[in-house]
Antibody, heavy 117, light 110 residues
Framework: QVHLVESGGDVVQPGRSLRLSCSASGFTFNTYAMSWVRQAPGKGLEWVAVILYDGSNKWYADSVKGRFTISRDNSKNTLYLQMNSLSPEDTAVYYC??????????WGQGTLVTVSS | QSVLTQPPSVSGAPGQRVTISCTGSSSNIGAGYDVHWYQQLPGTAPKLLIYGNTKRPSGVPDRFSGSKSGTSASLAITGLQAEDEAEYYCQSHDSSLTRVFGTGTKVTVL
């Protein structure tokens, strides 16, 4: 069965960087687009970024464009999110999700990123 | 970027029918793009409930149904049950291919 496991969440100071990982199993990873979606404490879902199955194209939410980079290593069945210049507004649970035709059919359990001095 | 608007909360007694609206614009739902729905139980990850406006993934009860018209979509829950108490989100994408979520609706079973 499809299994997505995020890792890398931590407490970091404003302005610092962090890299999240999402390990995928149970499906042919290199045939699916993958997204990151985040949820600030007590708030709704916010889509962050998507990368196509082969890494050829990426799209970002305006709120993270220029600061975050989504990437993937299909040989390791792993999705990444490099987050730079973090601010307290980036504090959230970050989910990775498998995408089919612009919807998310499987989600990981999430990893918490806290940006605080 | 665009966002889809949902009512903050809806409620109903067990067995009743409730509906959740999702209002977009001409750059997303009104452009003909599909709407999808997710259920998020407290403390858990979202779960796909409806995709492609009306389709239910395997395992989702037929008490849940979706519809779409113009720049809006709706999720209906018939025969409301205590286990349906959760947050519900609609989702689509816009003409720049960015994905957008609704503001979320808390369903309370009275």
């Amino acid at each position: 069965q499809v299994h997505l496991v995020e890792s890398g969440g931590d407490v970091v100071q404003p302005g610092r960087s962090l890299r999240l990982s999402c390990s995928a199993s149970g499906f042919t990873f290199n045939t699916y687009a993958m997204s990151w979606v985040r949820q600030a404490p007590g708030k709704g879902l916010e889509w962050v970024a998507v990368i196509l199955y082969d890494g050829s194209n990426k799209w970002y939410a305006d709120s993270v464009k220029g600061r975050f980079t989504i990437s993937r290593d299909n040989s390791k069945n792993t999705l990444y999110l490099q987050m730079n210049s973090l601010s307290p507004e980036d504090t959230a649970v970050y989910y990775c999700a498998r995408e089919i035709s612009f919807y998310f059919d499987h989600w990981g359990q999430g990893t918490l990123v806290t940006v605080s001095s | 970027q665009s966002v889809l608007t949902q009512p903050p909360s809806v409620s109903g007694a067990p067995g009743q029918r409730v509906t959740i609206s999702c209002t977009g614009s001409s750059s997303n739902i009104g452009a003909g793009y599909d709407v999808h729905w997710y259920q998020q139980l407290p403390g858990t990850a979202p779960k796909l409930l409806i995709y492609g406006n009306t389709k239910r993934p395997s395992g989702v009860p037929d008490r849940f149904s979706g519809s779409k018209s113009g720049t809006s979509a709706s999720l209906a829950i018939t025969g409301l049950q205590a286990e349906d108490e959760a947050e519900y989100y609609c989702q689509s994408h816009d003409s720049s291919l960015t994905r957008v979520f609704g503001t979320g609706t808390k369903v309370t079973v009275l």
